[in-house]
């Protein structure tokens, strides 16, 4: 257990809906990180928080947002889903950005139908 | 840009032959690398790490070392079990302000009793 919690575990929807993924990092970490694994695309990084603030973006849709609360844990939201929307949604943390180790949930897994 | 390549599965053995997984890197300056582990339906664990050139990360049985003049980072196990078969990504972390991590497409490990 690397104590980074996600849920739901499992989400299923319809195309165009709109959905959050939540994550709570290790009681300790200040960084969070959204990773999106596909069939296809492979484990992609979307989105880095650190203490509240965006400190970088990758791969990331514009239909998709993130954002860290106050009390450290983030959220996904993903809109007008698309059948290629369907992946596993991974958060890992971190406890400062230049930290080497990042600590991965169990992860959500999308399906958009 | 950084990447990482892995060679690709699945990779099929027997239990107690050993174990090589290889990985190359292109990075700009020195990341660290990492090796992490996916068993069947659950999240990524970090397996090993090394952070520099000649390091040698070690876990479980499993060995990796850091070599920048061929840039390579494989991963090794003398005698493997069942119990290892999972799917294998290789990763670097961006020296970059991003500190995102970059995997490899993953390599599949089927382990026959």
């Known amino acids: 257990d690397s104590g980074v919690t996600q849920t739901p575990k499992h989400l299923i929807t319809a195309t165009g809906q709109r959905v959050t993924l939540r994550c709570s990092p290790r009681s300790e970490d200040l960084s969070v990180y959204w990773y999106q694994q596909s069939l296809d695309q492979g484990l992609q990084f979307l989105i880095h928080?650190?203490?509240?603030?965006?400190?970088a973006k990758g791969n990331i849709l514009e239909r998709f947002s993130a954002q860290q609360f106050p009390d450290l844990h983030s959220e996904l939201n993903l809109s007008s889903l698309e059948l290629g929307d369907s992946a596993l949604y991974f958060c890992a943390s971190s406890a400062l950005p230049g930290t080497d180790t990042q600590y991965f949930g169990p992860g959500t897994r999308l399906t958009v139908l | 840009g950084n990447s990482v390549t892995q060679m690709e599965g699945p990779v099929t053995l027997s239990e107690e032959a050993f174990l090589t997984i290889n990985c190359t890197y292109t990075?700009?300056?020195?990341?660290?690398l990492f090796w992490y582990v996916q068993y069947p339906g659950e999240g990524l664990q970090l397996l090993l790490k090394?952070?520099?050139?000649?390091d040698k990360g070690s876990n479980k049985g499993f060995e990796a070392t850091y070599r920048k003049e061929t840039t390579s980072f494989h991963l090794e196990k003398g005698s493997v079990q069942v119990s290892d078969s999972a799917v294998y990504f290789c990763?670097?972390?961006?020296?970059?302000?991003?500190?995102?991590?970059?995997f490899g497409s993953g390599t599949r490990l089927l382990v026959r009793p």
């Open positions: 990075a700009t300056g020195y990341p660290s």
């Open positions: 990763a670097l972390k961006s020296t970059g302000s991003s500190y995102k991590l970059i």
């Open positions: 090394a952070t520099k050139a000649d």
């Open positions: 928080y650190y203490n509240g603030e965006k400190r």
